[in-house]
């Protein structure tokens, strides 16, 4: 029996902006049910990576296949209507919305009848947001910002969930809550693309790994072999 076709398939994918190309001839799996985690120092082209495979960056090169289906020339909203959900790095927020407005704003997609039983979902996930319900988003603290941007991405009722950056500027304690979060939306059942500079913690969640150097990638393979790859350790990890 053949094996099932990877949720998203990436080829040979080169992207860029105007003459300067970013991206050179990436490949890489997500498979049903999995976190994979893309990691890599800031600079080397993890955002890049993340607005091509949601559809607001065009690729110069090479295909992208969500679920099957040749999404490399798909339109962001279509690519959002598919399943594929970008939770941007710096959480991107309306600071001037309630919380419940921004909330809604994820389920823009979606039909109006399965709104109200998202919403207890990720409530029911993210329950300080619950107490925030008409506060405005910008007057919470950067943590709790963070729970609304994915909580946000929820309500889109995500097959595929992309998380770039999720810890940026989180402290330590937070942070844990947050991988603790990860893991819980990955027993679920959710497909998790994990974009992020936090090695440590990163492969400890995920199955698969991807390091990215330079625009293009170095390593890849099982998260607990490459956390004791010798050429990550040096890189990142500075033993």
């Known amino acids: 029996m053949a094996p099932e076709p990877p949720l998203l398939e990436v080829r040979g994918l080169c992207a860029g902006y105007g003459p300067f190309q970013v991206l ?6 997500v498979g049903a049910g999995e976190i994979v985690a893309v990691l890599g120092a800031n600079g080397v082209g993890k955002t890049t990576l993340n607005r091509t495979l949601s559809g607001l960056l065009r690729a110069t090169a090479g295909s992208v296949r969500f679920d099957g289906a040749d999404i490399s020339r798909t339109g962001h909203a279509a690519i959002v209507q598919a399943g594929l959900i970008h939770v941007p790095e710096g959480r991107k927020i309306f600071p001037n919305l309630s919380v419940r407005e921004n909330l809604l ?3 823009y997609a979606r039909g109006r009848a399965a709104r109200s039983q998202t919403m207890e979902q990720v409530l029911a996930t993210f329950p300080r947001l619950r107490e925030r319900l008409a506060q405005a988003a910008g007057s919470m603290s950067g943590g709790e910002q963070q729970m609304l941007a994915i909580g946000r991405g929820l309500m889109s009722q995500p097959r595929l969930l992309i998380l770039d950056e999720p810890s940026l500027g989180l402290s330590p304690l937070l942070t844990e809550e947050l991988f603790t979060l990860i893991t819980t939306l990955h027993a679920g059942g959710l497909s998790i693309l ?6 440590v913690q990163s492969l400890a969640v995920a199955g698969r790994a991807y390091v990215i150097e330079h625009g293009r990638l170095a390593l890849s393979g099982e998260a ?7 050429r990550l350790k040096a890189a990142y990890l500075g033993l």
């Open 194 to 199: 994990l974009v992020e500079q936090n090695v």
């Open 224 to 230: 607990a072999v490459l956390a004791d790859d010798p």
């Open 24 to 29: 050179y001839d990436i490949d890489l799996d």
């Open 105 to 107: 704003l994820g389920a």
